[in-house]
């Protein structure tokens, strides 16, 4: 009982609420991008079953779609485990950015929200949260609030796409509505100079990169990123440290 008082508790909050409304405003395009990413993967080759179960243990559409789509083209093992591991690469950073934020937690707490917390709800955290103090009372809720709604709504979403993938015809247009539901996206996620420079970046990288076998054009995109991201903080931070002095 200890525990569903706890729940119970945590959900009357006022800042898990607050998380919960701000994040469920970003809602409607994750949702599209669910049901493609729920069609993507059946239709590439996975059941029904396996694919419900990869939604809940990866809780990564990246990762889903990338992996889906290197072993429909019957790419080796460790092609797919370095691709998922480069897309997935990202969530090491939210991690050391979210940590002093939960570091007070236990660790079981900790590693359910590392597991629940996505790109959205990382971005609606920071932008309420990312210029105040850590340990500030309410921040552990807000993310939680956030996480919540985000994996409950992802995952009320990718189901029926999972479920209705063999009964939806592939002339609905569901692959163009998935660009564009993911570019609004990741605009979001766009939080400052340094982002916009590593996804203009990734996006060119992409591109030129295209005809490399085994979607390895991706790969090298998101390395790229990441490259051109850390530099371009370190330059920003360079100029804030002379501006001061």
Not at 174 to 200: E, Q
Request: net charge positive.
């Amino acid at each position: 009982m200890p525990r569903l008082t706890t729940l119970r508790q945590l959900a009357a909050h006022p800042e898990f609420r607050r998380g919960w409304r701000d994040e469920s405003r970003v809602l409607p395009g994750m949702a599209v991008w669910a049901v493609v990413t729920g069609v993507a993967m059946v239709k590439g080759g996975l059941s029904v079953p396996l694919a419900v179960f990869m939604s809940l243990t990866v809780f990564s559409a990246g990762a889903q779609i990338g992996a889906v789509a290197l072993m429909a083209g019957a790419a080796p093992l460790w092609v797919i485990v370095a691709a998922t591991f480069c897309l997935n690469l990202r969530f090491i950073i939210f991690s050391a950015a979210l940590r002093p934020y939960v570091i007070h937690l236990p660790r079981a707490r900790r590693m359910l929200l590392g597991y629940a917390c996505a790109d959205l709800s990382y971005v609606v955290f920071m932008q309420r949260h990312g210029n105040h103090p850590p340990g500030q009372p309410g921040q552990a809720e807000y993310l939680a609030g956030c996480c919540t709604v985000n994996w409950l709504a992802w995952q009320a979403c990718i189901l029926p796409g999972i479920v209705l993938a063999d009964h939806i015809p592939t002339d609905w247009g569901l692959g163009f509505a998935g660009v564009l539901a993911l570019l609004g996206l990741a605009c979001t996620l766009v939080l400052d100079r340094a982002c916009a420079v590593a996804a203009a970046v990734a996006g060119v990288t992409a591109v030129a990169a295209y005809a490399l076998p085994l979607h390895l054009n991706i790969v090298v995109a998101i390395l790229a990123a990441i490259a051109t991201g850390l530099l371009a903080e370190r330059l920003q931070r360079g100029h804030a440290q002379r501006g001061a002095a």
